[in-house]
Structure formats: structure tokens, C-alpha cells
């Protein structure tokens, strides 16, 4: 059993996909197994797969539903902990080093993300400063937003697995977020790395450029239902809170308040 299980889906990414593959098997840290899930690609992209010879690659072909290949690596997974990369992404040459030792000093936390630096043409290169450290009351953090940086993130398998978390096809485009929503209400402890162990490349392809709209909407939904549940789980200790909850519901519904 090797200690990280590498979960990288592609679809068409013929482009940067020998990028995100040599800065993963160029890692400091060996001891993982990569599994790659070709998401039904029409272009080069199996060939160069094929490519490479590397005994920890593991290429799982799968027909075109992007949430279905991501699950299905996600469950292929033995590694005590789930990386989650993308390829279009370049990892830092320690970026496996540094999330494993932090997670195996640190046992309560569930999901370890990191910084990120971005890049891409006509880009200037900068550092996206997520919150940092554990993050306290991720429930209240999430009611404000997605402040995980998904392709950044180490989790623990056996987790996942004690609570049959996958991510949910209802929310595609913005799949990330309702899983930390999820891991959030099982209990799970959240902690972010301050330093930009990924490289994030923007660009035109990406589905955050091509599905902002989707995206958007879908994150709107996934806030509300952040609230309802920090509402309904606090009905009890604070009722008052709850009446209140309802009168802005009901306010907004005759479009006096905004959400």
C-alpha cells in the first residue's frame, strides 16, 4: 500500500497534460501510486499517457462524465492519502513532501490544501493568498465562499470512506465546494498551507473561464444550503436565531431584501 494516491482526470488536455505528468513524477516524494482517469479525451491525450512508463502511473479510461472519472479514481484510490491534481496544473518539486509530513504530524486534520501561484499567457504571475492555518468554524467560512483550492488539496482516505463521501454529479462545475460543504458537516477539519505549492495555469479551456455562469449559480446554492444547516443545527440552543432566519426567507421571497 503506497502512502498518496495521486487523482488526476483529463479530458482533451493534449495541451499541458506532459506538464502536470513530468511534475508529478518529478516529485521529492516517491511513494505513490498516480492514477490518471482519461475522461473519454478525443485528442492526443491517451497517447501521451501511453508515453510514459513509469510503474506508478495507472491509466483508468473511462467514457466522457468528468464527476463519474473523477469518483471513479477517487474509489480506485489506496494510498492513506488522496492528492487531487489537474492537468493543466504543475505541482512544486515538494509539494508531496510537505502536505504528507503535515498531515502525518498533524492526525485531527481531514483535508490540507495550499497556496497557489498562477500563470498563464499573458498572465502575470502571481500568488493566490487563500486563508491560511486551521480554518476556524469551516461551516461559518463556507456560508462566505469556497476557500479551498481544489487542485491543492491532500485528504484522507479512510475519511472518505468511514462516511461514503464522493462528489456529488448535482453540482458539476462546482463539485469541489459542495464536498468541502460535506466534509464540513461530517466533522471534518480543514488546514491550508501558506506557501504555493502548485502552479495554477489560467487559461481559456479552463471549465472556471468556459462555465463561470453555471459555476456561479451552483455556488449560490451551495451557500444557501451552508446556512440552512448551520440554522437547523443551532434551532435548539438559539431559537431566536431561527425565527430570524425565516423572516429574511420570507422577505426575500416578496424581492424586499437581496440574498
Known sequence: MCK????????????????AIESTLQQSFDDFEFIIVDDGSTDKTLSIIRSYKDKRIKLIENKHDFIGSLNLGMNT???TYIARM?????????????????MEENPTITVCGTWMKCFGENIQPAISRAP???????????TMGCFMSHPTVMI???????????YDKNYVYAEDFKFWLEIAKKGGVFYVEPQPLMFYRISDQQVSTQKREEQTAKTKIIIQQAIDYLVEKNEEEYP???VVFQGLNK?????????
Do not use: C, W
Not at 498518496?4 to 506532459?18: A, H, Q
Not at 484522507?156 to 464522493?166: E, N, S, V, Y
Open 4 to 19: 498518496i494516491s495521486i487523482v488526476m482526470p483529463v479530458y482533451n488536455g493534449e495541451m499541458f497534460v506532459k506538464d
Open 77 to 79: 484510490a489506496q494510498g
Open 86 to 102: 489537474d492537468a493543466d496544473d504543475v505541482m512544486h518539486i515538494d509539494r508531496l513532501k510537505i502536505q504528507y509530513a503535515i
Open 132 to 142: 491560511s492555518g486551521l480554518i476556524e468554524t469551516p461551516l461559518l467560512k463556507l
Open 156 to 166: 484522507r482516505t479512510d475519511f472518505l470512506r468511514k462516511h461514503g463521501l464522493m
Open 240 to 242: 431566536e436565531l431561527f
Open 251 to 259: 422577505l426575500q421571497e416578496k424581492e424586499l431584501i437581496t440574498t
